[in-house]
């Protein structure tokens, strides 16, 4: 309830269930039909607790739901940021490292749009899961990473893709750039010995190492289990 005039209700015998508000949802401009959410809105993530746990899979726009843990309350998702990730489908995350930590064994991340980190590098692949590029915030559907470029950028501060997981992991589709480490090996992608990773159809580029280190694309550590195809390095 809001902005109704004398009063928000009136005649009603009882008390309101907590499920109902009383507060100015700020919307863009709802006067001209725009109902998206502005910046702070008391709506976004709130469709918690007290809301049924489950939601539509896509807002009024076409983007996925729910970003974050929660739905937004209205037609529209609130949307921040440039990197976008989904496991399989549902709960849209912001950071790699996040959805890979979420994903479990065996299934895929999907990603779109640019993402970074401020750790030491964009993401630990410590599952065995695949990271997969070629997608948008509303199209989840098919990978097409020629027509949807999807980068993992280090910034010049940090290696991109470190690989720790002992299971079958894959990187693919991805623009992997950026990345940088000194006094140590694989710069974009640094795969630790006894692992088991595909690497595919990538464009691997502008990475460096310092310190008569090695490996500025991609580094294998020993006896690795590794398919390195497809890529532009």
Known sequence: FYGNSPNEVAGYGGSLPATNRSVDPLLVAPTAANFRLQAGSPCIGQDGADYPDTGPGDDYDGYARPFGAWWDIGAHEFYTGTCFLRVNG?????????????????????????????????????????????????????????????????????????????????????????????????????????????????????????????????????NSSQVVTGNEI
């Open 90 to 222: 549902g709960q849209v995350y912001t950071t790699v490292q996040a959805a890979v930590n979420a994903a479990g064994t065996g299934n895929v991340v999907k990603i779109a749009g640019l993402c970074t980190d401020d750790t030491s590098q964009v993401v630990d692949v410590n599952q065995a899961v695949t990271l997969q590029g070629g997608y948008t915030r509303t199209y989840w559907s098919t990978a097409d990473p020629v027509a949807f470029p999807t980068i993992l950028d280090g910034e010049g501060a940090r290696r991109v893709i470190r690989v720790t997981t002992s299971g079958p992991a894959a990187i693919e589709g991805l623009h992997i750039r950026n990345g940088y480490v000194a006094a140590d090996d694989g710069a974009g992608i640094y795969v630790n010995n006894g692992s088991n990773v595909q690497i595919l159809n990538n464009w691997i580029y502008s990475n460096t190492v310092e310190g008569n280190r090695s490996g500025g694309g991609v580094y294998i550590v020993g």
